[in-house]
Every structure is written in structure tokens, then in C-alpha cells.
T-cell receptor, first 109, second 112 residues
Framework: SQQGEEDPQALSIQEGENATMNCSYKTSINNLQWYRQNSGRGLVHLILIRSNEREKHSGRLRVTLDTSKKSSSLLITASRAADTASYFC?????????FGPGTRLSVLP | IAGITQAPTSQILAAGRRMTLRCTQDMRHNAMYWYRQDLGLGLRLIHYSNTAGTTGKGEVPDGYSVSRANTDDFPLTLASAVPSQTSVYFCATRDGLNQPQHFGDGTRLSIL
């Protein structure tokens, strides 16, 4: 069964707006990671947040983690057309990863 | 350029045929993974290898086998392909715990 579930399944915004994607999971984790996938390509790692961390930043990306609610969010600020892609969260128990079905983000120019 | 090479990039295969998907890395990462990606289901783990000489089963291992004779190569074999194995297959590596995975560009496989 899927560990992570992203929400929403699809999101369409205008360039310059912020995009927020959420991820919920079911069991305890060691870390949670967000990945991006452009059409026809492999996944690219964005951010890793450990279970004892609450927030991390990387450029225009901000990730939060609430282990009490078993949820995480990915915020992309000042979105660009080039941010159009699918975004996946993946949870890890330290060994393997379980991916959610992803959020398809479309940023309109 | 360091990275992961998957071959072939795409393949159309008749049901019942044997097929090996190749994955080679030059980053010397210990852990390697095979996933399949199907629309609406995200990535599902088929098999993994934590280090050369060891392999393990993932979420959907049936119909697939792997080997890890050395650090760099992790081939995935479909002994007798079936249409439900039509998917995009991704190989990934990882360099230790609490580290991200690195992905190849995938193999698009169609079983007719």
C-alpha cells in the first residue's frame, strides 16, 4: 500500500504565484524527501527533511514536516513556467523508500 | 559526466519473451533500486540491493529478477514478459542512509 499521498493531485497556477503541495503518510519515518519529475525524465531530488527537523529551505523551496500529524508540505514561492512538473514525496524508514502518486503542477505564463 | 545510464531507452516486446533492462552507475554508490512507474500510482519498488552481492524484494517483485555482481551494474530481468509489465522502469542509486536517491532517465517498456 502507498505510504505517501500527495494532495492535490493536480494544481494549476499563474506565474509568480506560490504553489503548495501536501503529503501525508501512515507510519513512522526516518526522513521524508521531495522529488521533481519533468515529463519523460527521471526524478530529481529537491529536499530531504529528517524526522527531527520541522522546516528546511532551499532557494524558492520551503518544506515543513509535522510528525505528529504525519504530514509534510512543499511550498514553491514566486513560481515560474519552468516549475511545471510532477512533484513526489517519498518516505524512508532508513532502508527503502515509498513514493506517493504525485502532484502535477502547471504554471501558466 | 557522472551518473546513471539505463538501456534501452525504450523497447516494444512480445509477450513471453525474455528481456533484461540494464542499469550502470559510475558514482560508486552502494545501494541500487529498480522501480516501475505507472500512471496514478507513483513509483513502486521492484527490487533493491544494499551492496554488491546482496539483493532484496520490494513491493512488486513478482515476474522480475535482479543480480548485483559488482558495484556498478544492477540489471533487471523479465523472464517471460506479460502485458501488465508495460511500464516505465527507473533505476536509482543512493550513497548511504539519510541520503537522496539519484535516478536514471528510465526505460519505457511496452509488452504486446
Amino acid at each position: 500500500s502507498q505510504q505517501g499521498e500527495e494532495d492535490p493531485q493536480a494544481l494549476s497556477i499563474q506565474e509568480g504565484e506560490n504553489a503548495t503541495m501536501n503529503c501525508s503518510y501512515k507510519t513512522s519515518i526516518n526522513n521524508l524527501q521531495w522529488y521533481r519529475q519533468n515529463s519523460g525524465r527521471g526524478l530529481v531530488h529537491l529536499i530531504l527533511i529528517r524526522s527531527n527537523e520541522r522546516e528546511k529551505h532551499s532557494g524558492r523551496l520551503r518544506v515543513t514536516l509535522d510528525t505528529s500529524k504525519k504530514s509534510s508540505s512543499l511550498l514553491i514561492t514566486a513560481s515560474r513556467a519552468a516549475d511545471t512538473a510532477s512533484y513526489f514525496c517519498a518516505t524512508s524508514n532508513g532502508q527503502n523508500f515509498v513514493f506517493g502518486p504525485g502532484t502535477r503542477l502547471s504554471v501558466l505564463p | 559526466i557522472a551518473g546513471i545510464t539505463q538501456a534501452p531507452t525504450s523497447q516494444i516486446l512480445a509477450a513471453g519473451r525474455r528481456m533484461t533492462l540494464r542499469c550502470t552507475q559510475d558514482m560508486r554508490h552502494n545501494a541500487m533500486y529498480w522501480y516501475r512507474q505507472d500512471l496514478g500510482l507513483g513509483l513502486r519498488l521492484i527490487h533493491y540491493s544494499n551492496t554488491a552481492g546482496t539483493t532484496g524484494k520490494g513491493e512488486v517483485p513478482d515476474g522480475y529478477s535482479v543480480s548485483r555482481a559488482n558495484t556498478d551494474d544492477f540489471p533487471l530481468t523479465l523472464a517471460s514478459a506479460v502485458p501488465s509489465q508495460t511500464s516505465v522502469y527507473f533505476c536509482a542509486t543512493r550513497d548511504g542512509l539519510n541520503q537522496p536517491q539519484h535516478f536514471g532517465d528510465g526505460t519505457r517498456l511496452s509488452i504486446l
